[in-house]
C-alpha cells in the first residue's frame, strides 16, 4: 500500500470517505513484544482527535501499574479540565498476570472477566466510546472464561462509530475471521532469553 493508495477498490457501494471513515476491530497478537505497546499508542492517536477511549484491561494485576495507565488518565485529567482531546477511562478486570495467575481462585478470575465483558457488552450498546481497548482478552477466551461466540457476534454486530482493540497471545480463529486489521508479533530476539529481567520504562 505505498503512499496510503489501497491496492483495490471494492464494490460494496460506499463512497471512499464511508469506507474510509468505517469502525475498525483490531487484534495484536503473537508472541513477540509490544502488542499492548501498540494498542496503547492507538489510543493515543485516539484522544489526540477527541474521542473518548475506554481501556479494559484483563488478567494484569491490580497492584502493578504500567506507565500507559498514567499516561492515558493524565490525558484524561487534561480533557476535563481544559477540553483538549478526549475523555479516558481505566479499568481493571483481572486479578493476576497472564503468565503467572497466583492472585486468586481461577474461580474469582473467570467472575472478574465474565464481569468486565458483560460490562464491554453495555457500553457498546450504549455506544459509550469511539474506542475500545480490550488489553489481553485473548486470554479469558482461550481459558473459557468468556463465550467466543458471544464477543465475536457482539463485536461484529456493534452499532456507531465503535473501533475496538484486542490484545494477546494466540488469538482465536473466528476472532481473526472478524477482524479488519490484525498484526501478528513474531518475537527474533528478547532480553529475557539471556536472563535480564524486566526494566522499568521498557515493560512498565
Known amino acids: 500500500m505505498p503512499e ?8 460494496d457501494g460506499l ?3 464511508q469506507r474510509r ?3 475498525l476491530l483490531v487484534v495484536n497478537t503473537g508472541d513477540g513484544k509490544g502488542k499492548s ?10 484522544w489526540n482527535q477527541g474521542w473518548s477511549i475506554g481501556v479494559f484491561q484483563f488478567v494484569k494485576s491490580a497492584k502493578w501499574r504500567i506507565g500507559e495507565q498514567t499516561v492515558l488518565e493524565t490525558l484524561g485529567e487534561l480533557h476535563a479540565q481544559t477540553g483538549q482531546g478526549g475523555p479516558v477511562e481505566w479499568h481493571k478486570m483481572g486479578a493476576g498476570w497472564s503468565w503467572a495467575r497466583k492472585e486468586g481462585t481461577e474461580e474469582d ?9 458483560a460490562e464491554i457488552k ?3 450498546a450504549a455506544e459509550t466510546h469511539t474506542l475500545y481497548v480490550l488489553d489481553e482478552f485473548t486470554y479469558p477466551m482461550q481459558w473459557g472464561w468468556v463465550d467466543v461466540d458471544d464477543v465475536v457476534s457482539t463485536l461484529a454486530g456493534r452499532t456507531g462509530q465503535q473501533h475496538v482493540v484486542i490484545t494477546g ?5 473466528r476472532l481473526v475471521e472478524v477482524a479488519d486489521l490484525v498484526t501478528d508479533m513474531t518475537q527474533v530476539k528478547h532480553p529475557f532469553e ?5 526494566q522499568r520504562g521498557i515493560e512498565w
Open 122 to 124: 453495555r457500553r457498546l
Open 37 to 46: 505497546t501498540a494498542a496503547f499508542g492507538l489510543a493515543m492517536r485516539g
Open 194 to 198: 539471556q536472563g535480564q529481567k524486566g
Open 21 to 23: 471513515n468505517r469502525p
Open 109 to 117: 478470575h473467570a467472575r472478574a472477566a465474565a464481569e468486565g465483558w
Open 169 to 173: 497471545r494466540r488469538a482465536n480463529p
Open 4 to 11: 496510503g493508495r489501497v491496492e483495490r477498490t471494492p464494490d
Open 15 to 17: 463512497t471512499t470517505r
